[in-house]
């Protein structure tokens, strides 16, 4: 194997720790509107995630920085041919970040009513967003002879990657419901059961659909395998988390989420993005990558930093284990 196909397998893996990782987050956003009953609740979903949430974004750091250095080519394109949706979604993260420390610095009931619709419209958004993005990476946009984007952007708003990013934003919540259900306890911990088994339900169409439809657009045998993976673990979750076994329901649509990443990217492989006008146009690991030598520093780089990674977000999680409730939630002043 290539050092060009060793760092495309690492891109795809950066990009399932992101959406196993920051996909729970956005459902946590999504769900301040869509599962808690007052502002205490929604206190509680918060701080599910509030020691978490900025160490996920480092994932999408990393896999935005790894495709600029390893595939620049794949890089320039993507991001001018996308400039417009990756700039909603990285004025999102902004705005939720700002949300998520402004919200509690002051008592009045519309500065926090303010920040919580942001924190929602801010989370909700990227969810879709980011489906659509991939939807039309894997499908095919339209490249020229230069590796330059020539379309627009209603081009990008085709009815394949609009499913995509469906099935994004329904995952992220279902994914979330399950994470709040392993983290709270007492009235909201039940509804957040229900409510994700509702949304698994839903999820599991809208995924089947799109997934099936990659799959006949350019599977293999491979990418199958990664399908039906993905199908029996989303089943498997949505009963975990009916039976009450979150952590087995969490692992599995974590499981779920992994598996999609990969169907995409085999069924991508040995192009980075497809030329839509012509074959001869792709781009692939071969043609939009860097030097070999440029390769091979990043891969002893990435060797030593990614287990540190690894080790100070598992401590994280660690340290911030244990439920909380509405009963841990002091009344303001």
């Not at 893996?13 to 992101?18: A, F, I, R, S």
């Not at 500065?111 to 967003?129: D, G």
């Not at 990664?226 to 975990?240: E, F, R, T, Y």
């Not at 030598?293 to 690894?310: N, R």
Request: neutral net charge.
């Amino acid at each position: 194997m290539e050092l060009h196909d060793v760092w495309f397998v690492l891109i795809a893996v950066l990009w399932t720790g992101y959406f196993f990782l920051e996909g729970f987050d956005f459902g946590i956003g999504v769900l301040t509107k869509l599962l808690a009953r007052d502002r205490k609740e929604r206190r509680v979903l918060i701080n599910t995630i509030g020691p978490v949430w900025d160490g996920n974004e480092v994932w999408l750091l990393s896999a935005g920085g790894a495709t600029f250095a390893a595939f620049p080519e794949w890089y320039a394109t993507l991001f001018s041919g996308f400039y417009l949706p990756l700039l909603i979604i990285l004025v999102c993260l902004i705005v939720r970040g700002v949300a998520f420390e402004y919200r509690a610095k002051r008592p009045e009931e519309r500065w926090q009513t303010n920040w919580e619709h942001a924190i929602f419209w801010t989370s909700l958004v990227p969810a879709v967003l980011w489906g659509v993005a991939f939807g039309n990476i894997v499908r095919g946009v339209k490249i020229d002879a230069d590796m330059e984007y020539v379309g627009n952007l209603w081009d990008l708003l085709n009815p394949y990657a609009l499913l995509g990013g469906l099935v994004t934003l329904f995952l992220f919540t279902f994914h979330g419901a399950v994470f709040a259900a392993l983290k709270t306890v007492g009235d909201i911990r039940g509804r957040a059961r229900a409510l994700a088994v509702k949304l698994g339900v839903a999820t599991a169409v809208l995924a089947l659909v799109f997934l099936v439809l990659t799959q006949l657009d350019n599977g293999d045998g491979w990418s199958l395998a990664a399908l039906v993976i993905a199908a029996v673990s989303l089943v498997g979750a949505i009963g975990a988390v009916a039976a009450g076994r979150e952590g087995w329901s969490f692992a599995l649509s974590g499981v779920t989420i992994a598996a999609t990443v990969t169907m995409l990217f085999l069924t991508l492989f040995p192009n980075v993005m497809p030329s839509s006008l012509n074959d001869a146009w792709n781009l692939t690991v071969t043609n939009a990558s860097s030097s070999g030598y440029t390769l091979t520093i990043m891969t002893w780089c990435a060797g030593i930093a990614t287990p540190l990674v690894l080790l100070y977000q598992g401590w994280t999680y660690w340290v911030f284990r244990k439920r909380i409730g509405t009963q841990h939630i002091a009344d303001p002043h």
